[in-house]
């Protein structure tokens, strides 16, 4: 039976869609293995620093594969990439690049020389050198801007500064310093807060890498709203993220709970009762559970009920009628949720009740009736055999 291999060796099922380089934003190509996938289309994908891509045009018809390092045409001189994706998903890609029609689109030259990996690995290692000198630049000619990332042309004839400012910055002295220190085409590139978190990379407070360094590529706008609908605590501290921006994620689960909160009554709505007066204080919202106290700004006399009983209650108001308490005791309605989760079951007497155990018999003394050694209250053997010998004796004397 043939081996089927996956991973980063070579194998025979899907080999080809994987990655041999662990970088951001890589994309699984699950048509790599069908046939004539590469000769389907002559554009190529490939990668930069992260999170830069491009699409160049496979004009001299090269064999290649995903993970091939190539030199592609740049303005001027050539760049040196990793080719993440071939074939048909990369006419998808474009169209999600959103390219007007029309583009012309840059070559591929040739697969990467090792003349042309040895300056592209040097010019890489100067970019953090050269990111912390040009700040130090930019603080001295009193440019209220940031410079965060450097990356530099893969045969380093020319470097593309990355900064953020808060307001536009004339960095037109800063382009002729920074030409005239390192020798080199100097691009200047505004990014945002949450690029260059991306860019940077790191950990969130949920344990795991950041979004914005590992998928994500499109940047849609958070409001505090998301955190509202989600009843999330408005704590600046815990909203932003490491960009000093509302965390992305809240954007995640919102749609979720607004279509949740269109089964709730509204918040402005009372709940008369025949002995009180009820306002809305909380909500579950996915479960659906509602609290309301009867206090307007305290938690008084909470009764937390479902919102398929809410919705009776204020049918009956508006029909003159008031109920005798919130919680249906024909319905049985219990006044909290019950959980299934391992997390109710977190009590500390939770195993008092496993380690009660019976007490044991007291040992008795070896001076006990019947002579056991032991102390069990039982006879021995030797005793038992004196009884049956008395009796045997009885007998025949009759």
């Given at each position: 039976m043939s081996e089927f291999k996956c991973g980063n060796c070579c194998g025979e099922m899907c080999s080809k869609g994987c990655s041999r380089h662990a970088d951001k934003l890589n994309t699984y190509d699950w048509l790599a293995d069908l046939p004539d996938n590469t000769a389907a289309c002559d554009i190529v994908e490939v990668q930069?620093?992260?999170?830069?891509?491009?699409?160049?045009?496979?004009?001299?018809k090269l064999p290649l594969e995903k993970g091939d390092v190539v030199a592609v045409e740049a303005s001027p001189g050539h760049d040196v990439g990793t080719?993440?994706?071939?074939?048909?998903?990369?006419?998808?890609?474009?169209?999600?690049?959103?390219?007007?029609?029309?583009?012309?689109?840059?070559?591929?030259?040739?697969?990467?020389?090792?003349?042309?990996?040895?300056?592209?690995?040097?010019?890489?290692?100067r970019e953090h050198e050269t990111m912390i000198e040009s700040r130090?630049?930019?603080?001295?000619l009193g440019l209220k801007m940031k410079i965060g990332d450097v990356e530099y042309q893969g045969d380093g004839n020319k470097a593309i500064f990355y900064y953020i400012a808060d307001e536009r910055v004339d960095f037109r002295q800063l382009i002729k310093v920074l030409a005239d220190r390192f020798h080199v085409r100097i691009e200047m590139k505004q990014i945002g807060a949450?690029?260059?978190?991306?860019?940077?990379?790191?950990?969130?407070?949920?344990?795991r890498e950041l979004c914005c360094s590992t998928w994500m590529t499109n940047f849609v706008s958070v409001s505090t709203a998301a955190a509202r609908f989600q009843d999330i605590s408005l704590n600046p501290q815990k909203l932003a993220g490491q960009c000093a921006k509302l965390k992305c994620c809240m954007n995640y689960e919102v749609d979720?709970?607004?279509e949740s909160l269109k089964k709730l009554p509204s918040r402005e709505i009372t709940l008369h009762t025949l002995d009180n007066e009820y306002f809305f204080f909380k909500a579950d919202v996915l479960s659906h559970m509602i609290t309301y106290s009867t206090d307007k700004k305290f938690l008084v006399g909470e009764q937390t009920i479902s919102a398929r009983r809410a919705f009776e209650i204020i049918?009956?108001?508006?029909?003159?009628?008031?109920?005798?308490?919130?919680?249906?005791?024909?319905?049985?309605?219990?006044?909290?949720?019950?959980?299934?989760?391992?997390?109710?079951?977190?009590?500390?007497?939770?195993?008092?009740?496993?380690?009660?155990?019976?007490?044991?018999?007291?040992?008795?003394?070896?001076?006990?009736?019947?002579?056991?050694?032991?102390?069990?209250?039982?006879?021995?053997s030797n005793a038992k055999g004196h009884r049956r010998s008395s009796r045997n004796e009885g007998d025949a004397q009759a």
């Amino acid at each position: 039976m043939s081996e089927f291999k996956c991973g980063n060796c070579c194998g025979e099922m899907c080999s080809k869609g994987c990655s041999r380089h662990a970088d951001k934003l890589n994309t699984y190509d699950w048509l790599a293995d069908l046939p004539d996938n590469t000769a389907a289309c002559d554009i190529v994908e490939v990668q930069f620093k992260p999170p830069r891509k491009g699409y160049f045009i496979n004009a001299n018809k090269l064999p290649l594969e995903k993970g091939d390092v190539v030199a592609v045409e740049a303005s001027p001189g050539h760049d040196v990439g990793t080719v993440t994706m071939t074939g048909r998903l990369v006419s998808l890609q474009v169209k999600k690049a959103n390219f007007k029609p029309g583009t012309e689109l840059k070559k591929v030259y040739r697969i990467a020389r090792p003349t042309d990996i040895e300056k592209w690995e040097e010019a890489r290692k100067r970019e953090h050198e050269t990111m912390i000198e040009s700040r130090q630049i930019a603080l001295h000619l009193g440019l209220k801007m940031k410079i965060g990332d450097v990356e530099y042309q893969g045969d380093g004839n020319k470097a593309i500064f990355y900064y953020i400012a808060d307001e536009r910055v004339d960095f037109r002295q800063l382009i002729k310093v920074l030409a005239d220190r390192f020798h080199v085409r100097i691009e200047m590139k505004q990014i945002g807060a949450r690029q260059e978190a991306g860019r940077i990379g790191g950990i969130g407070p949920c344990g795991r890498e950041l979004c914005c360094s590992t998928w994500m590529t499109n940047f849609v706008s958070v409001s505090t709203a998301a955190a509202r609908f989600q009843d999330i605590s408005l704590n600046p501290q815990k909203l932003a993220g490491q960009c000093a921006k509302l965390k992305c994620c809240m954007n995640y689960e919102v749609d979720q709970y607004m279509e949740s909160l269109k089964k709730l009554p509204s918040r402005e709505i009372t709940l008369h009762t025949l002995d009180n007066e009820y306002f809305f204080f909380k909500a579950d919202v996915l479960s659906h559970m509602i609290t309301y106290s009867t206090d307007k700004k305290f938690l008084v006399g909470e009764q937390t009920i479902s919102a398929r009983r809410a919705f009776e209650i204020i049918q009956m108001n508006r029909h003159g009628q008031k109920p005798d308490a919130l919680i249906d005791s024909d319905a049985n309605e219990k006044s909290e949720p019950v959980s299934s989760d391992l997390l109710s079951q977190d009590s500390i007497n939770r195993f008092d009740s496993q380690n009660k155990r019976k007490p044991k018999n007291k040992k008795r003394k070896n001076g006990n009736a019947g002579g056991n050694p032991r102390g069990n209250g039982r006879p021995n053997s030797n005793a038992k055999g004196h009884r049956r010998s008395s009796r045997n004796e009885g007998d025949a004397q009759a």
